[in-house]
Each structure stands twice: as C-alpha cells, then as structure tokens.
C-alpha cells in the first residue's frame, strides 16, 4: 500500500526538542521531494519545509528556519523533522507530504502526528 | 512571500448545487496553483494541480481554472462527501503558502 505514516508526536515543554519521523512505503521514496505541512488546531495549512531527493537541498518557512532541520534516509525509506527550541506556537498536527514528480503538488500524504508545546 | 486569500471564507450549499471558490495570489504565479479537500479529523487530498489538472482518482465534478493571480475551484453538482474544507496552494515560488481555507457547510 501506497501510504505515509508519521511518528513521534507529543508533549514537550517550551525550549525543548523533539523528532518526528515519516515512515514511507508502497513508493519509489528516493525519487520524490518530500515536505512537512502544519497545521495548528482549528487553523489553516502552513508549508514547513522541503527537502530534495539525495537530501543535499533544504528549504524552510522563515518560522522555523534555524529551529527545525529536515533529513531524511533513503535506505530506511524515512523522513525526519528535527525540531528545537520549540515554542507554544509551534502547537499543530504535523503532515509529511510527497512532491508529486512534475507538477509541484502534494499527491500524498501522511495522517499527520499532534505536537503539543506546553508547560 | 505570495500571500494567497480566498473568498468565501466559507458558505452554505445543498446536494446538487454548483459551487465555486475563487483564490487570489498577491502576484503573478503562472499557473502554478493547486487545490486540496480536508475533512475534520483527516489529512488533507489533492484535488487538482497546475490550476485546471484533475488529480487521478478525483471526481470530474471537480474543475480548477484561471492563471496569474486569479483561479476558481468549482464543484458541479454538490455531493453529501464534498461538505469539507478546501484550501488553494502556490508552488510558484518559496515558501509555498496555502490560502486561508473555505469551508463548505450543508444549507
């Protein structure tokens, strides 16, 4: 199955860190860009970051830039998001999405995993 | 950064209606627009990319249009699955904002 699973979620206090993880399969990974997308509760999507195939090319949303690193590994078919110095504001569900190859859209995504950044 | 705005913010529909959302771009972006539905709970689903390209396995009631700065999403014939959220996207140039949301409520 064609499918994307996110990990590692949760609690964390203000200035902590915490790493989530994208689990793909069912897919060629290391052929696609892959992105992380937020979304605060109730709120709208925010692009977070991108990443390029080989992992040697990043981009991130001024609001994370310097806080958050994407990676990924292709062998271990997985996307990462480290993130630190986190702040309450960075509360939201957090998506990995797939580059659908060509068209500069987001074709598949992953259910999504809750950080809560709370005191 | 290319600010995108949508207007509805949200509306109130019956099965069977045609509905259209607009989505404006703060400047020029080709037509590099795509649209996605979210229901409550769920991630969000590509509908359609390069401003009019129906995603695979989408409904053909589903259309996008429009190119530069102004683009409609329209859903011919409104169904009971269709009552969601949708949101537009840029991809013309980093960071690749999304719109604010329309929700689509049943009247």
């Known amino acids: 199955e064609v499918q994307l699973v996110e990990s590692g979620g949760g609690l964390v206090q203000p200035g902590g860190s915490l790493r989530l993880s994208c689990a793909a399969s069912g897919f060629t990974f290391s052929s696609h860009w892959m992105h992380w997308v937020r979304q605060a509760p109730g709120k709208g999507l925010v692009w977070v970051s991108r990443l390029n195939t080989d992992g040697t090319r990043t981009t991130y949303a001024d609001s994370v830039e310097g806080r958050f690193t994407i990676s990924r590994d292709n062998a271990k078919n997985t996307l990462y998001l480290q993130m630190s110095s986190l702040r309450a504001d960075d509360t939201a569900v957090y998506y990995c999405?797939?580059?659908?190859?060509?068209?500069?859209?987001?074709?598949?995504w992953g259910r999504g995993t809750l950080v809560t950044v709370s005191s | 950064d290319i600010q995108m705005t949508q207007s509805p913010s949200s509306l109130s529909a019956s099965v069977g209606d045609r509905v259209t959302i607009t989505c404006r771009a703060s400047?020029?972006?080709?037509?590099?627009v795509n649209w996605y539905q979210q229901k409550p709970g769920k991630a969000p689903n590509l509908l359609i990319y390069?401003?009019?390209s129906l995603q695979s396995g989408v409904p053909s009631r589903f259309s996008g249009g429009g190119s530069g700065t102004d683009f409609t999403l329209t859903v011919d014939s409104l169904q009971p699955d269709d009552f969601a959220a949708y949101y537009c996207?840029?991809?013309?140039?980093?960071?690749?904002?999304f719109g604010p949301g329309t929700k689509v409520e049943i009247k």
């Open positions: 390069a401003a009019s």
């Open positions: 996207q840029q991809t013309y140039s980093t960071p690749w904002t």
């Open positions: 999405a797939r580059d659908a190859l060509e068209s500069r859209s987001f074709d598949l």
């Open positions: 400047q020029y972006i080709s037509i590099y």
